[in-house]
């Protein structure tokens, strides 16, 4: 069965950068775009940016351009995403999200979710 | 950017009874391409309606979806207290946006 099982808490500084991994089982991480989404304690949901696993290919929130990388390491079905520069704002739970398929602009919905990460940012 | 408005921001709904959450877009949703997410405390969303009519594995037929264009709806009948929820609207038709999110309270 298809699973995202990402990395655990963490706690930075501001100003730090923080990296988080989601490993994908049940299916080939390079067949369906791979999606982050943040969402900050008490708030809703906010999109981050997409990669194609099969060509490496990103697409970012303009809110987080030149913060945010996004990148996938196929020999191990593992997709990543590093945001930098890091303040108290960025506390939140970041999960990933897989969209159904790989075709066209990779905006759709998200059939699987990863179970979140938290990250608190605190001096 | 699409800008998604959902509503109300609470329903308090008793069990057995029908919910109607409402999610509006500042513009025109191509294709109807709308999706409604459910989300309990501690866990990720969960994929509940999908291109706004078509329901996703699992849940049952007391979910409904319906709307086109700007305006959406989310139809949950015969209230069960399992349906306490979150409930968000997403948009894919232009990059991706969320709603707020509307919290569902079966009292």
């Known amino acids: 069965q298809v699973q995202l099982v990402q990395s655990g808490a963490e706690v930075q500084k501001p100003g730090a950068s923080m990296k988080v991994s989601c490993k994908a089982s049940?299916?080939?991480?390079?067949?369906?775009?791979m999606h982050w989404v943040r969402q900050a304690p008490g708030q809703g949901l906010e999109w981050m940016g997409q990669?194609?696993?099969?060509?490496?290919?990103?697409k970012y929130a303009q809110k987080f351009e030149g913060r945010v990388t996004m990148t996938r390491d196929t020999s191990i079905n593992t997709a990543y995403m590093e945001l930098s520069r890091l303040t108290s704002d960025d506390t939140a739970v970041y999960f990933c999200?897989?969209?159904?398929?790989?075709?066209?602009?990779?905006?759709?919905?998200?059939?699987?979710w990863g179970q979140g990460t938290p990250v608190t940012v605190s001096s | 950017e699409i800008v998604l408005t959902q509503s109300p921001g609470t329903l308090s709904v008793s069990p057995g009874e029908r919910a109607t959450l409402s999610c509006r877009a500042s513009?025109?949703?191509?294709?109807?391409?709308l999706a409604w997410y459910q989300q309990k405390p501690g866990q990720p969303p969960r994929l509940l309606i999908y291109?706004?009519?078509s329901r996703a594995t699992g849940f049952p037929d007391r979910f409904s979806g319906s709307g086109s264009g700007t305006d959406f709806t989310l139809t949950i009948s015969r209230l069960e207290p399992e349906d306490s929820a979150v409930y968000y609207c997403?948009?894919?038709?232009?990059?991706?946006?969320f709603g707020q999110g509307t919290r569902l309270e079966i009292k």
């Open positions: 999200a897989r969209v159904p398929h790989l075709s066209g602009s990779g905006s759709y919905f998200f059939d699987y």
């Open positions: 049940g299916y080939t991480l390079t067949g369906h775009y």
């Open positions: 990669i194609n696993p099969k060509t490496g290919g990103v």
């Open positions: 513009q025109r949703v191509s294709s109807g391409y």
């Open positions: 291109g706004a009519v």
């Open positions: 997403q948009q894919y038709g232009s990059s991706i946006t």
